[in-house]
């Protein structure tokens, strides 16, 4: 009886494990990797830079004061870009399902720097619809060490209203801070909000199934 109640337990477990995979494609800005040390302009896998220039930055970058690790993988965005430093971000659309609660996840890395260039505060404004769209959150980072970046973790929700929402992650910094880390991007949905996806369903039949039919085999050899 362990054994069956140990394979359902497992089953439930990869259904529901599947139902929170993350909607976000290259959430920790990967692709297209950018030489260490160094970073590129405006050129994500996945998704659309808007307003101005961002960066993609290795984790192995560092200038005048300070170090800038990834909070994931090897890869991080910087919002303020290289440049403009203006109202520019980076968006995304996903499929979504109305009705059903979303979370969202993400990271927001802050360099302290008060007499440089970086500045002392990271600011974040996450928009849904698109650059001109419904402020959904404002993520501050205010963390006052100094030489690294340091990241801080953020988590809201929203309920979807139809069948594609497009997320917008944009620098809200003064345009004399030159740093605003975005990483680890992450979007599910709610399984306990909504129905079980297909697949997620199918899972928990087949456990159930195996469940009765060994059932049935100890009741026989008994």
């Keep these: 009886m362990n054994r069956m109640a140990t394979l359902l337990t497992l089953l439930m477990g990869f259904a529901a494990t ?29 998704w659309t830079v808007v307003g101005g220039t961002v960066a993609v930055v290795s984790g192995t970058f560092s200038a005048e004061c300070c170090v800038f690790p990834a909070e994931d993988g090897n890869q991080w965005v910087d ?18 399902t109305p009705g059903t609660l ?17 500045g002392t505060t990271s600011t974040v404004d996450v928009k849904l ?18 030489g690294t970046q340091v990241w801080t973790q953020f988590t809201t929700t929203f309920t979807a209203t139809a069948s594609s929402t497009t997320l917008d ?8 801070d030159n740093s605003n880390g975005l990483d680890n991007v992450v979007l599910t949905g709610n399984a306990s909000a909504s129905a ?14 195996l469940f009765v039919w060994m059932r049935k085999r100890v009741a026989t050899s008994c």
């Design 18 to 46: 599947h139902a929170d995979a993350n909607l976000i494609v290259n959430g920790s800005f990967e692709n297209p990797a950018v030489a260490a040390g160094s970073y590129m302009e405006n050129n994500i896998a996945g």
């Design 79 to 96: 919002l303020t870009g290289v440049t403009s430093n203006a109202v520019e971000g980076v968006e995304q659309a996903v499929s979504t």
């Design 102 to 118: 979303y979370t969202l996840s993400f990271y927001v890395g802050n360099v302290y720097d008060p007499t440089g260039i970086f």
């Design 129 to 146: 619809g698109g650059i001109n769209g419904t402020l959904l959150y404002v993520a501050t980072n205010n963390s006052t060490t100094t």
């Design 169 to 176: 992650f944009l620098n809200a910094d003064p345009s004399n």
């Design 196 to 209: 079980p996806e297909p697949s997620a369903v199918g899972f928990l039949l087949i456990g159930l199934g």
